[in-house]
């Protein structure tokens, strides 16, 4: 996949990655440190879950990111 994340990446000239994971230690410092490693020169980011083991039922609202918290990230994205 590493393939076709770099090449829609140099087309969007952005990265925004929504890693339901914990925010440490998840897929996402994977992809960003990758993507510095290829040279990747566009502003990067990402939103990630609080720290926290993945509760079910109405508990994971308060420990995933919102589709706002998503939102919000892309439209600061856009104005790098």
Partial sequence: PW?????HARACGRVLIADECR?????A???LARMVQR???????????????VPLGPAADQVLMSEDE???AAL?????
């Avoid at 393939?3 to 090449?7: K, L, P, R, S, V």
């Avoid at 925010?23 to 897929?27: R, T």
């Fill in 29 to 31: 410092d994977a992809i």
């Fill in 3 to 7: 393939a076709a994340i770099e090449a």
């Fill in 23 to 27: 925010a440490s230690g998840g897929v």
């Fill in 39 to 53: 040279h990747f020169d566009g502003p990067m980011d990402a939103v990630r879950s609080a720290d926290s083991y």
């Fill in 76 to 80: 600061k994205l856009l104005e790098r």
């Fill in 70 to 72: 998503i939102l919000d």
